[in-house]
């Protein structure tokens, strides 16, 4: 079974500050200015002014609510200049001062211990952020690549099928990644419908899907002399699947 490389970085949203009638102007100033770098790829800029706002805001009355949200960009930071476990630092960080409430910290969270190859940790937190947003249909998706690593087959497709239910932005791939698991168990009628309707909802362009789907006709031509462990999972492309 070849896995097909995947991506978490895009799918991390920075979060905005709150208004500015609620955190003092020249910490909320310096949140602004990192956002800023942040978003035009200058990581390095955004970490020192998430440093100074925090500084700043230790000497004004800030509310739990900003600070969170200063670590959690923080964490996005050090994400995406490879720096994982600093990162899940800033992202627990996140969650305690949200009080456990800061759903898109525990998704983050679990794609850095996912990154980290933590997958009980990753689980965990994917998890926890489907308990505060069950309809969050890219979560069920990066679960289920969780449950994959860990041989939970039955449990990645409940969380590919979940995904497809709450209309995640890689269909396509759930669809047919439902199919593999079909097909590894044997069911290849099922198999051959997901890799249909993956094809369909990729308009033709889903390689794996119609690479699935070839093989099942070898596969039953062949009498099953054919190896299972041909069948591909996919992943949506960096960006498919946003929050």
Not at 33 to 50: C, H, I, P, V
Not at 109 to 128: D, I, P, V, Y
Not at 164 to 169: D, L, M, N
Not at 221 to 227: F, W
């Amino acid at each position: 079974m070849r896995f097909v490389s995947f991506i978490f970085i895009a799918v991390l949203a920075l979060s905005i500050r709150v208004s500015a009638q609620q955190t003092p102007t020249s910490a909320a100033q310096s949140f602004d200015e990192g956002t800023w770098a942040a978003q035009t790829g200058q990581f390095e800029t955004a970490l020192k002014n998430y440093k100074l706002s925090l500084s700043l805001a230790a000497g004004e009355k800030t509310n739990d609510e900003f600070l969170s949200k200063i670590h959690f960009n923080t964490g996005v930071c050090l994400f995406r200049l490879g720096r994982g476990a600093e990162a899940i630092n800033e992202f627990n960080e996140a969650i305690r001062l949200s009080k456990g409430s800061y759903q898109k910290a525990f998704r983050a969270l679990g794609m850095a211990e996912s990154e980290l190859k933590n997958w009980a940790n990753a689980e965990t937190a994917f998890r926890k952020a489907l308990n505060l947003k069950k309809s969050d249909g890219e979560t069920w998706f990066d679960l289920a690549f969780v449950l994959i690593e860990k041989k939970d087959f039955d449990g990645a497709r409940t969380a590919f099928q979940n995904a497809i239910k709450y209309k995640t932005g890689a269909t396509a791939d759930a669809h047919n990644n439902v199919g593999v698991i079909h097909a590894l168990k044997g069911d290849l009628a099922a198999a051959e419908k997901e890799f249909k309707i993956a094809l369909h909802k990729s308009g033709g362009k889903s390689v794996e899907a119609g690479s699935n789907l070839e093989f099942c006709k070898i596969y039953k031509q062949k009498s099953g002399q054919a190896r299972l462990t041909k069948f591909e999972f996919s992943r949506a492309p960096a960006g498919k699947s946003g929050a």
